[in-house]
């Protein structure tokens, strides 16, 4: 019912318009193979996205996203799910992939093996949920300043009367 994608748009704007295209071109394919032309959406909302830091964190959302099939329980392991980039990289089928912009670790299939810590999981769920930059304190408030996220750091509902 969804996917995950770690993408790198290289200037403003790039984003938007390659997740158009995309959720775009997959639901008319789908409609015609359905043969369900002009019948209802396919995907309930917009993409989320959130920014992050390119160090560790960005290496804890690529477990994150290799390793949905497992938690999902769609497969019993990894290297069952054709549709993953962790299948792509360990079949030598890397054409779709780009170099990610920090190094993998020399152990891959380890790390990708190795479940998500509790806090780990709790607060990359966060950046899912809100959109809230996902990286150390220091750099997610320097990009919610950049960025203008205030939203992304407050709590749900209207805020109290007198607050």
Same mark, same amino acid.
């Given at each position: ?47 989320? =996205?959130? %920014? ?5 964190? !960005? ?9 949905? $099939? /497992?938690? +999902? ?21 890397? =054409?779709? %992939? ?5 190094? !993998? ?9 190795? $479940? /998500?810590? +509790? ?21 997610? =408030? ?22």
């Amino acid at each position: 019912n969804h996917f995950h994608l770690i993408l790198y748009p290289r200037k403003d704007g790039d984003l938007q318009k390659f997740m158009q295209w995309l959720t775009l071109t997959h639901t008319q394919r789908w409609h015609i193979q359905n043969k369900t032309i002009g019948s209802g959406h396919l995907y309930q909302g917009r993409y989320k =996205s959130f %920014l992050v830091q390119q160090d560790q964190h !960005l290496l804890t959302v690529i477990r994150y996203v290799e390793r949905n $099939p /497992l938690r +999902a329980k769609l497969v019993k392991k990894l290297l069952n799910w054709k549709y993953s980039s962790y299948y792509q990289r360990l079949n030598n089928k890397t =054409s779709l %992939l780009t170099k990610p912009p920090v190094p !993998l670790p020399k152990n891959y299939e380890d790390f990708v093996h190795t $479940p /998500l810590t +509790a806090l780990e999981l709790e607060k990359t769920r966060y950046s899912v949920d809100k959109g809230k930059p996902y990286g150390g304190e220091g750099w997610s =408030s320097d990009m919610i300043k950049k960025h203008d996220l205030d939203i992304t750091t407050r709590e749900r509902g209207r805020p109290r009367k007198g607050t």
